[in-house]
Protein backbone atom coordinates (compact mmCIF):
# COMPACT_ATOMS: atom_id res chain seq x y z
CA UNK A 1 0.00 0.00 0.00
CA UNK A 2 1.67 3.22 -0.83
CA UNK A 3 2.22 5.90 2.00
CA UNK A 4 -0.26 8.80 1.48
CA UNK A 5 1.93 11.88 0.43
CA UNK A 6 0.93 14.76 2.17
CA UNK A 7 1.33 18.56 0.62
CA UNK A 8 4.36 20.61 2.40
CA UNK A 9 4.90 22.63 -0.53
CA UNK A 10 3.34 25.87 -2.73
CA UNK A 11 4.45 27.23 -5.51
CA UNK A 12 3.58 31.17 -6.22
CA UNK A 13 3.65 32.69 -9.87
CA UNK A 14 5.23 36.38 -9.13
CA UNK A 15 6.75 36.53 -12.85
CA UNK A 16 4.00 39.05 -14.34
CA UNK A 17 4.22 42.62 -15.49
CA UNK A 18 1.26 43.95 -13.51
CA UNK A 19 -0.01 46.00 -16.49
CA UNK A 20 -3.32 46.65 -15.33
CA UNK A 21 -0.97 48.94 -12.26
CA UNK A 22 0.92 51.28 -14.41
CA UNK A 23 3.25 53.39 -13.47
CA UNK A 24 2.35 51.75 -10.34
CA UNK A 25 4.30 48.83 -11.76
CA UNK A 26 6.66 50.28 -13.80
CA UNK A 27 9.74 49.80 -11.11
CA UNK A 28 8.29 47.63 -8.89
CA UNK A 29 6.62 44.16 -9.06
CA UNK A 30 3.29 44.30 -8.79
CA UNK A 31 3.64 41.55 -5.76
CA UNK A 32 5.16 44.39 -3.56
CA UNK A 33 2.09 47.15 -3.66
CA UNK A 34 1.17 47.34 -0.23
CA UNK A 35 -1.96 45.85 1.03
CA UNK A 36 -2.40 48.33 4.56
CA UNK A 37 1.02 47.91 5.54
CA UNK A 38 2.52 44.87 4.44
CA UNK A 39 3.18 43.47 0.50
CA UNK A 40 0.44 42.10 -0.92
CA UNK A 41 2.68 38.67 -1.62
CA UNK A 42 3.10 38.03 1.98
CA UNK A 43 -0.40 37.81 2.53
CA UNK A 44 -0.05 34.83 0.18
CA UNK A 45 3.08 33.01 1.94
CA UNK A 46 1.28 33.79 5.65
CA UNK A 47 -1.60 31.96 3.91
CA UNK A 48 0.34 29.38 3.03
CA UNK A 49 2.12 28.91 6.42
CA UNK A 50 -1.37 28.92 8.09
CA UNK A 51 -1.93 25.84 6.20
CA UNK A 52 0.85 23.97 7.36
CA UNK A 53 3.25 24.56 4.20
CA UNK A 54 6.57 25.19 5.25
CA UNK A 55 8.36 25.10 1.58
CA UNK A 56 7.83 27.86 -0.87
CA UNK A 57 9.25 28.19 -4.13
CA UNK A 58 7.91 31.55 -5.91
CA UNK A 59 8.19 31.40 -9.79
CA UNK A 60 10.00 35.23 -10.62
CA UNK A 61 10.99 37.18 -13.00
CA UNK A 62 13.26 40.07 -14.26
CA UNK A 63 12.73 43.01 -12.01
CA UNK A 64 11.56 40.97 -9.16
CA UNK A 65 14.33 41.28 -7.05
CA UNK A 66 12.66 43.06 -4.31
CA UNK A 67 10.47 40.05 -3.66
CA UNK A 68 14.05 38.13 -3.20
CA UNK A 69 14.88 41.44 -0.44
CA UNK A 70 11.78 41.54 1.32
CA UNK A 71 11.62 37.79 2.54
CA UNK A 72 15.51 38.13 3.27
CA UNK A 73 16.81 39.28 6.43
CA UNK A 74 18.07 42.85 7.00
CA UNK A 75 20.87 43.12 9.55
CA UNK A 76 21.29 46.45 9.33
CA UNK A 77 17.96 48.10 9.63
CA UNK A 78 17.42 45.10 12.40
CA UNK A 79 20.28 46.58 14.49
CA UNK A 80 18.62 50.22 13.93
CA UNK A 81 15.88 49.57 14.99
CA UNK A 82 17.01 47.55 18.11
CA UNK A 83 19.38 50.70 19.01
CA UNK A 84 16.12 53.36 18.98
CA UNK A 85 14.08 50.73 20.78
CA UNK A 86 11.63 49.55 18.23
CA UNK A 87 11.79 46.04 19.01
CA UNK A 88 8.30 45.14 18.13
CA UNK A 89 9.45 47.04 14.41
CA UNK A 90 12.90 44.66 14.39
CA UNK A 91 10.91 40.98 15.81
CA UNK A 92 7.96 41.58 12.97
CA UNK A 93 11.02 41.99 10.40
CA UNK A 94 12.53 38.70 11.68
CA UNK A 95 9.59 37.13 11.65
CA UNK A 96 9.04 38.00 8.05
CA UNK A 97 12.24 36.48 6.85
CA UNK A 98 11.47 33.00 9.16
CA UNK A 99 8.11 32.66 7.83
CA UNK A 100 9.12 29.60 6.20
CA UNK A 101 11.70 28.03 3.77
CA UNK A 102 11.41 30.36 0.90
CA UNK A 103 13.11 29.79 -2.74
CA UNK A 104 13.03 31.32 -5.80
CA UNK A 105 13.28 30.01 -9.74
CA UNK A 106 12.99 32.74 -12.70
CA UNK A 107 10.78 31.90 -15.65
CA UNK A 108 13.07 33.29 -18.36
CA UNK A 109 10.02 34.05 -20.55
CA UNK A 110 6.37 34.85 -19.77
CA UNK A 111 4.69 32.33 -21.38
CA UNK A 112 2.22 31.64 -19.20
CA UNK A 113 0.70 30.38 -16.09
CA UNK A 114 1.21 26.48 -17.64
CA UNK A 115 5.13 27.59 -18.15
CA UNK A 116 5.40 29.25 -14.89
CA UNK A 117 4.17 26.29 -13.38
CA UNK A 118 6.17 23.86 -15.18
CA UNK A 119 9.33 25.55 -14.26
CA UNK A 120 9.10 24.44 -10.16
CA UNK A 121 9.06 20.69 -11.84
CA UNK A 122 13.21 20.42 -10.57
CA UNK A 123 12.01 21.57 -7.25
CA UNK A 124 8.50 19.88 -6.63
CA UNK A 125 9.83 16.45 -8.04
CA UNK A 126 7.82 13.73 -7.44
CA UNK A 127 5.34 15.48 -4.20
CA UNK A 128 2.34 17.05 -4.34
CA UNK A 129 1.85 20.44 -4.18
CA UNK A 130 0.24 23.51 -3.69
CA UNK A 131 -0.34 26.64 -6.12
CA UNK A 132 -1.68 29.95 -4.87
CA UNK A 133 -2.02 33.02 -7.34
CA UNK A 134 -0.61 36.20 -5.86
CA UNK A 135 -3.08 38.59 -7.13
CA UNK A 136 -5.87 36.43 -5.79
CA UNK A 137 -6.48 37.20 -1.95
CA UNK A 138 -8.08 34.77 0.17
CA UNK A 139 -9.84 35.86 3.47
CA UNK A 140 -8.34 34.07 6.28
CA UNK A 141 -11.32 32.78 8.45
CA UNK A 142 -12.67 30.93 5.14
CA UNK A 143 -9.86 28.96 5.57
CA UNK A 144 -10.06 27.92 1.73
CA UNK A 145 -6.65 26.32 1.46
CA UNK A 146 -6.90 24.55 4.87
CA UNK A 147 -10.24 23.08 3.42
CA UNK A 148 -8.44 21.93 0.06
CA UNK A 149 -5.33 20.26 1.44
CA UNK A 150 -8.05 18.38 3.85
CA UNK A 151 -9.91 16.94 0.61
CA UNK A 152 -6.44 15.95 -0.98
CA UNK A 153 -6.05 13.85 2.39
CA UNK A 154 -8.96 12.34 2.37
CA UNK A 155 -8.42 11.66 -1.93
CA UNK A 156 -4.92 11.28 -2.59
CA UNK A 157 -6.46 13.53 -5.94
CA UNK A 158 -5.82 17.42 -7.78
CA UNK A 159 -8.04 19.68 -5.97
CA UNK A 160 -9.04 23.00 -7.44
CA UNK A 161 -10.58 25.89 -6.38
CA UNK A 162 -14.43 27.09 -7.75
CA UNK A 163 -16.62 29.60 -7.21
CA UNK A 164 -19.93 30.59 -8.85
CA UNK A 165 -19.65 33.69 -11.04
CA UNK A 166 -22.29 35.32 -13.51
CA UNK A 167 -22.46 34.01 -16.79
CA UNK A 168 -20.82 37.33 -17.95
CA UNK A 169 -18.14 37.06 -16.11
CA UNK A 170 -17.28 33.11 -16.64
CA UNK A 171 -15.61 34.17 -20.44
CA UNK A 172 -12.65 35.68 -17.81
CA UNK A 173 -12.14 32.15 -16.40
CA UNK A 174 -11.46 28.52 -16.52
CA UNK A 175 -14.92 26.94 -16.23
CA UNK A 176 -15.61 23.09 -14.83
CA UNK A 177 -18.04 20.71 -16.04
CA UNK A 178 -18.86 19.17 -12.48
CA UNK A 179 -20.49 16.28 -10.82
CA UNK A 180 -21.66 16.19 -7.56
CA UNK A 181 -19.81 14.34 -4.97
CA UNK A 182 -21.05 16.22 -1.69
CA UNK A 183 -21.90 19.07 0.07
CA UNK A 184 -19.08 21.99 -1.05
CA UNK A 185 -17.23 19.39 -3.33
CA UNK A 186 -17.43 18.04 -7.19
CA UNK A 187 -15.65 15.81 -9.34
CA UNK A 188 -14.24 17.57 -12.30
CA UNK A 189 -15.33 16.12 -15.46
CA UNK A 190 -14.03 18.73 -18.16
CA UNK A 191 -12.36 22.17 -18.02
CA UNK A 192 -12.43 24.84 -19.86
CA UNK A 193 -10.34 28.46 -20.76
CA UNK A 194 -12.39 30.92 -20.78
CA UNK A 195 -15.41 29.86 -22.23
CA UNK A 196 -18.12 31.53 -24.61
CA UNK A 197 -21.08 31.95 -21.74
CA UNK A 198 -23.19 30.49 -24.39
CA UNK A 199 -21.54 27.15 -24.43
CA UNK A 200 -20.04 27.42 -20.90
CA UNK A 201 -20.79 24.01 -19.20
CA UNK A 202 -21.91 25.63 -15.42
CA UNK A 203 -20.78 29.00 -14.14
CA UNK A 204 -18.03 27.31 -11.25
CA UNK A 205 -15.13 29.32 -12.25
CA UNK A 206 -11.59 28.25 -11.40
CA UNK A 207 -9.69 30.59 -8.50
CA UNK A 208 -6.35 30.47 -8.15
CA UNK A 209 -6.07 28.08 -5.80
CA UNK A 210 -4.68 24.49 -6.58
CA UNK A 211 -3.64 21.26 -4.93
CA UNK A 212 -2.00 19.18 -7.96
CA UNK A 213 -0.34 15.92 -8.42
CA UNK A 214 3.17 15.58 -9.58
CA UNK A 215 1.11 13.89 -12.94
CA UNK A 216 0.92 17.71 -14.25
CA UNK A 217 4.32 18.05 -15.02
CA UNK A 218 3.89 15.56 -17.94
CA UNK A 219 0.43 17.17 -18.72
CA UNK A 220 2.20 20.23 -19.22
CA UNK A 221 4.94 18.79 -21.02
CA UNK A 222 1.81 17.91 -23.42
CA UNK A 223 -0.19 21.12 -24.19
CA UNK A 224 0.41 23.88 -26.80
CA UNK A 225 -0.37 27.06 -26.60
CA UNK A 226 -4.17 27.95 -25.79
CA UNK A 227 -6.01 31.27 -24.76
CA UNK A 228 -3.70 34.33 -25.39
CA UNK A 229 -0.94 32.28 -26.91
CA UNK A 230 0.02 30.91 -23.62
CA UNK A 231 0.81 27.74 -22.16
CA UNK A 232 -2.36 27.30 -20.03
CA UNK A 233 -2.67 25.40 -16.82
CA UNK A 234 -5.81 24.92 -17.76
CA UNK A 235 -5.58 22.76 -20.92
CA UNK A 236 -2.76 20.36 -18.35
CA UNK A 237 -5.34 20.02 -16.08
CA UNK A 238 -8.12 18.90 -18.91
CA UNK A 239 -5.28 16.37 -19.77
CA UNK A 240 -4.43 15.21 -16.29
CA UNK A 241 -8.49 14.56 -16.27
CA UNK A 242 -7.47 11.42 -18.78
CA UNK A 243 -5.09 9.56 -16.14
CA UNK A 244 -6.88 10.69 -12.86
CA UNK A 245 -9.74 12.57 -10.69
CA UNK A 246 -9.87 15.88 -10.26
CA UNK A 247 -11.95 17.45 -7.48
CA UNK A 248 -13.58 20.86 -7.00
CA UNK A 249 -13.61 22.40 -3.99
CA UNK A 250 -16.39 24.85 -4.09
CA UNK A 251 -16.71 28.54 -1.98
CA UNK A 252 -18.70 31.12 -1.70
CA UNK A 253 -16.86 34.10 -0.37
CA UNK A 254 -13.94 36.06 0.76
CA UNK A 255 -11.75 36.29 -2.83
CA UNK A 256 -10.64 39.34 -4.14
CA UNK A 257 -9.14 39.81 -7.26
CA UNK A 258 -5.91 41.68 -6.31
CA UNK A 259 -5.13 42.00 -10.18
CA UNK A 260 -7.96 44.39 -10.42
CA UNK A 261 -7.64 47.92 -8.84
CA UNK A 262 -11.20 48.21 -7.47
CA UNK A 263 -10.81 44.56 -5.49
CA UNK A 264 -7.06 45.43 -4.54
CA UNK A 265 -8.81 48.71 -3.04
CA UNK A 266 -11.54 46.74 -1.40
CA UNK A 267 -9.34 44.59 0.35
CA UNK A 268 -7.11 47.42 1.97
CA UNK A 269 -10.25 49.03 2.77
CA UNK A 270 -11.46 45.73 4.69
CA UNK A 271 -8.13 45.02 6.11
CA UNK A 272 -7.82 48.40 7.66
CA UNK A 273 -11.29 48.16 9.14
CA UNK A 274 -10.57 45.32 11.28
CA UNK A 275 -7.67 46.23 12.33
CA UNK A 276 -7.47 47.61 16.36
CA UNK A 277 -5.18 50.15 15.68
CA UNK A 278 -6.49 51.77 12.69
CA UNK A 279 -10.35 50.42 12.63
CA UNK A 280 -11.97 52.52 14.39
CA UNK A 281 -10.74 55.77 13.53
CA UNK A 282 -10.73 54.41 10.13
CA UNK A 283 -14.37 53.15 10.12
CA UNK A 284 -15.59 56.70 11.33
CA UNK A 285 -14.12 58.42 8.28
CA UNK A 286 -15.29 56.08 6.24
CA UNK A 287 -18.79 56.82 7.33
CA UNK A 288 -18.25 60.79 7.61
CA UNK A 289 -16.94 60.39 4.44
CA UNK A 290 -19.67 58.48 2.58
CA UNK A 291 -22.21 60.84 4.40
CA UNK A 292 -20.75 63.82 2.87
CA UNK A 293 -20.63 62.76 -0.89
CA UNK A 294 -24.63 61.87 0.11
CA UNK A 295 -25.43 65.04 0.94
Avoid at 96 to 123: C, F, M, N, T, W
Avoid at 250 to 265: I, N
Wanted: aromatic share 8%.
Amino acid sequence: MQTPRRVTTAVIPAAGLGTRFLPATKAQPKEMLPVVDKPAIQYVVEEAVRAGIDDILIITGRGKRSLEDHFDRNFELEYLLGKKGKHDQRDELVDIAELADIHYVRQGEPLGLGHAISVARKHVGDNPFAVLLGDEWMRADVGLLEGMIATYDRYQQSVIALKEVSDEEISRYGCARPEPVSDGLVRILDVIEKPDPATAPSNLAVMGRYILTPEIFEALGRITPGSGGELQLTDAIALLLERQAVYGYTFTEGRYDTGQVLDYLKVIVELASERDDLGPEFRSFLSDFVHQRDM
